[in-house]
């Protein structure tokens, strides 16, 4: 199974500023086989980002993704208030696994 | 537009049995791998479950595996989960996901999920 790793636990940042999530994983991800999921309180998960760099549709584009291997990085450029939820990533290279989650809440 | 709509959950004891459902509709159900994942209270995602558009290819996490069973009615566009020797920890929001088009296991739609609840 491979294990992500997702790091800082918490990011508190104000809007406006720009974060940075990362991914690492215990071993290489098949073909940038990894994907970013944003989830607000009581909602289910919402796919942001697949194969690592492509972003889903209707994703805005304040939303980045890069990295291949075993690191990964989720960016977003300017925090807009909507954006403050957990952030979790996937790899589905294998048998599908997540990280634990990045909370990104307001400073 | 796309929909997944889950039910089933609730409350359980220990060795209890519960099935879950999931209604699809706004896209040809037929032709997606479909997914249970699920969420533990406070806590991450953990993926449970695929099956494949005509049921050939069936994948468990290792945490459910000879207890769980999933399947799929693509005549009434549904999707099913059998619970069964439920614990405490499979206490989760279950959530009913749409794999990509390419069959890839990343999720491009999820239900609002379920509640299952396993307390003596």
């Known amino acids: 199974e491979i294990v992500l790793t997702q790091s800082p636990g918490t990011l508190s940042l104000s809007p406006g500023e720009r974060a940075t999530l990362s991914c690492r994983a215990s071993?290489?991800?098949?073909?940038?086989?990894l994907a970013w999921y944003q989830q607000k309180p009581g909602q289910a998960p919402r796919l942001l980002i697949y194969?690592?760099?492509s972003r889903a549709t209707g994703i805005p584009d304040r939303f980045s993704g890069n990295g291949s291997g075993t690191d990964f990085t989720l960016t977003i450029s300017r925090l807009e208030p909507e954006d403050f939820a957990v952030y979790y990533c996937?790899?589905?290279?294998?048998?599908?696994?997540f990280g634990q989650g990045t909370k990104v809440e307001i400073k | 537009e796309v929909q997944l709509v889950e039910s089933g959950g609730g409350l359980v004891k220990p060795g209890g049995s519960l099935r879950l459902s999931c209604a699809a509709s706004g896209f040809t159900f037929s032709s997606y791998t479909m997914n249970w994942v699920r969420q533990a209270p406070g806590k991450g995602l953990e993926w449970v479950s695929s099956?494949?558009?005509?049921?050939?290819?069936?994948y468990y996490a290792d945490s459910v595996k000879g207890r769980f069973t999933v399947s799929r009615d693509n005549a009434k566009n549904s999707l099913f989960l059998q619970m069964n020797s439920l614990s405490a920890e499979d206490t989760a929001v279950y959530y009913c996901?749409?794999?990509?088009?390419?069959?890839?296991?990343?999720?491009?739609?999820w239900g609002q999920g379920t509640l299952v609840t396993v307390s003596s």
């Open positions: 194969g690592a760099s």
């Open positions: 996937q790899q589905y290279g294998s048998s599908p696994t």
């Open positions: 071993q290489s991800v098949s073909s940038s086989y």
């Open positions: 099956i494949s558009t005509s049921s050939t290819y069936i």
């Open positions: 996901a749409r794999a990509s088009v390419t069959g890839q296991r990343y999720f491009d739609y």
